[in-house]
Structure formats: C-alpha cells, structure tokens
C-alpha cells in the first residue's frame, strides 16, 4: 500500500514497494496533487542565498509575508495567520476550536477526521454521492443539521470542515450552503487548498468574506500551487481575535524563514500563476476527454489538479492492483478506496505535463487491454 501514511506523495515508500533505488526521476508521480511546472524560478535562487539568513530566528509574527497576502487578499493582516504548511493550520483550529461535534463531507481530506479525532470531537459524516457527481447539496446539508439538533447539539456545539474545492472530488461548495449554515449560528472553515487552481476564484473563494464574518475561517495552501510542499506554507484567514487565540496556540516560529522568504517571493510572480492556470484549463480537458476514451468514469471540475475517476466493474481491475501494477512501472496513482465513502473502483490522479499524461494514458491502455498484467 503506498498510502500507508495516509497520504500520496510517499517516494520512500514507493520505493520500499517497487524495488527503485535512485533519484526521484525513477518515478512519475501522480499520486500527489503538485503543480508540474516544479516551483518559480525565484524559490532556487532563495535556497542559493539563504545561508545568510539561517543565523537569523524568522519573524514570529510572519509580518512580510502577512502583508503581502492581505493586499492580495484585500483584508488586513490581523485577520490572517500563516502556518507550517495548512496541515498545521488545520490542526490548530480543531485545537483551539475544540467542537464537541465535527460535520465532514466525505470523501474528503483525511486529516479533518484525524484532526477531529485527536481532540476527541464527534464526526457526523454527510455521504457524498457518485451519482450527483460528490456535490454537497443543500438538502444534505439542511439534514444533517436536522440531526445534529435532534442528537441535542447547539449551534456554536458543531465545526463543519468543508474541502472546496474538495480533495478527492474537486467540487466546489455553493455559496448558498455556508450562508445559510452561518445564518443558523453554526461555524464552517472552508479548505481552499486547492484555490489558487481556479481559473477565477472570485465566485469560488470565500476568503474575503472570512476576515470579517464571525464563524466563517478560510484555509489555503501555498505547497501545492507553488510546488514546495517540502518547504510546509499555508494560512488562515478569520476574524482577528480567532487568528490572535490561534496564533498563542501556534508554536512560535513555525514557519521558518526560508517558508517566510520564498513565500513572498512566490506571490510575486504573476506570470507563474498565469501560465499554470491556463495549463490546467487546457491539459484537464484534454486528460479527461483521453480517460473518458478509456471508459472511466471521470469525476471532478475544471478548479482543481487533480482528476478522480472510477474503473468500471467489467475491466475486473481494482484500484489497488492498478496501483500495484503500474507502480513497477514507474508511475505513482493514487488508490482512491483509502478516502472513507469511496470504493476500490476509485482512482485520484494529478494533472501532469503532456508527455507525463501520455505515459501513464500509455500504461493504462496496454493494461486494460490486457497486454500488462492481468487485475
Ligand atoms: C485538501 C487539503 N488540505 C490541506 C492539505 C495540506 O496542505 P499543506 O501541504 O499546505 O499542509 C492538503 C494536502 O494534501 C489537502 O489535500
């Protein structure tokens, strides 16, 4: 099992399993949801000069790169908090939040489960379903907060930890659910890792609205976009005394200052954003359209990276075994059955460069086909 630390990403692990023993090239991996294009040209030339400032604490307070992000965002910076990558971030608000109820929309990101977990807070799971393509609905919603009252929970008692877009499904939330979910008095954080992917965020992103709306916390990451989740960066944004109870929580100096340094550095090359996002727009299509010829059953929108999809019964694969087929291959996928609410049909694949896409489409045709080894 190559998530057997929950997550994709693991080269270690593939390794251990396929047997590779060199440099990370002996893998395409798909299994992790990063941009292709490898980080901007200015994170190498950071690491180049940052010897001199490794003698330095970094700035506990995270000052440059707080501003630089509140004039992106357009909100001020004590509404905002940086963290060690937006699992830490994730981590803090269940630490500090302390829900004795959480609502997940699952499948989603395994982390809310375990986070919600490690403060002992009750999950009460809205099912995604295939069939309505793993959109959260109003209907579902609107239950499920039927039965959280019925189980005697308040409003103020409950977080709901929403991915948008949502990671393994690539939904986006309607606008409409949070408000009316605000307007009943409960506390939603919205995990807009996967944000800066969109082509317009603008009616997508509820990070403006977070900065001054009590119970409403915006989450995003800046690892997968900018290709660093080596370097850990990600933030929050909420209203200024949750983001001041928070950061007393956060271990001081989590976010080093290379993170802090290339951070800014990132936000300022506009070109880098521009060409991904129209990348995506275009190779998402294109791959898509290709496993569709395949006869998968292709999931998700055109907001994210990454590409869910589900083997049909009659290929006789799971998505366990393709994994393990394709991993001696030299291609990492990610095998989908591990998200809760999800079955062994299902596969999660990032969005690669074209000659990446066409290996793995390669593979996948000889396999199905049946000239690779048998499912
Ligand atoms: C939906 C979602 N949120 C948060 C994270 C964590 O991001 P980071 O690398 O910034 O900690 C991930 C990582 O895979 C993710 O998929």
Known sequence: MLERYGHGGDWLTARELYGKQGNEGDFIDFSANMNPFGPPACVGELLRRYESFISRYPDPAVRGLR????????????????????????????RELRPKATVLAEPCFIEYREAAAKIGSAVHAVGLKAELDFRLTMDAALDKLKQLRENGLKSGETLWFLGSPNNPTGQTVERTIVEELLRQGETVAMDEAFMDFAADESGLSLLGEAASREKLIVLRSMTKFYAIPGIRLGYMAAEPSLIRRLSELQVPWSVNSLAQLIGEAVLDDAEYAEQTVAWLRTERAWMTEKLQALGLFVFGSAAVNHILFALPEHFGWTSERLQAALGPKGLLIRDASRFIGLDNRYVRIAVRLRPDNEALLEQLRELFEGRGERG
Not at 70 to 88: F, I, Q, S, T
């Open 67 to 94: 501003g630089k992000l509140a004039e992106r965002h357009g909100v001020p910076a004590d509404c905002l908090l940086v963290g060690n990558g937006a699992a830490e971030l994730i981590d803090l608000l269940f």
